[in-house]
């Protein structure tokens, strides 16, 4: 797969199903589970994350991410909360 495409992918499964760990997306995108794919799904996590479209948070040793627009919702929940 290309870069591009795969990194457009992982960012419309990370959409659908936040908040979710490499592992997840090798298993959607129907990858071998081996350390090279899960580096290569973290690898784009990282670019995702320096583009502003995802937020990441490491879970024991899991990377979860999140889409960076349920972070504003989450946001905005608290404002009309308080």
């Not at 591009?4 to 979710?20: A, G, H, T, V």
Request: proline share 4%; hydrophobic share 40%; charged share 30%.
């Amino acid at each position: 797969m290309m870069k591009k495409k795969l990194r457009d992918q992982i960012f419309e499964i990370i959409n659908k199903n936040w908040p979710i760990h490499p592992s997840g997306i090798c298993k959607i995108l129907d990858l071998e589970l081996n350390v090279s794919n899960i580096s290569k799904v973290s690898y784009h996590y990282g670019i995702l994350k320096k583009e502003g479209k995802i937020h990441t948070k490491r879970v024991d040793r899991a990377l979860v991410a999140w889409p960076v627009d349920i972070e504003k919702i989450r946001v905005a929940h608290e404002l009309m909360r308080d």
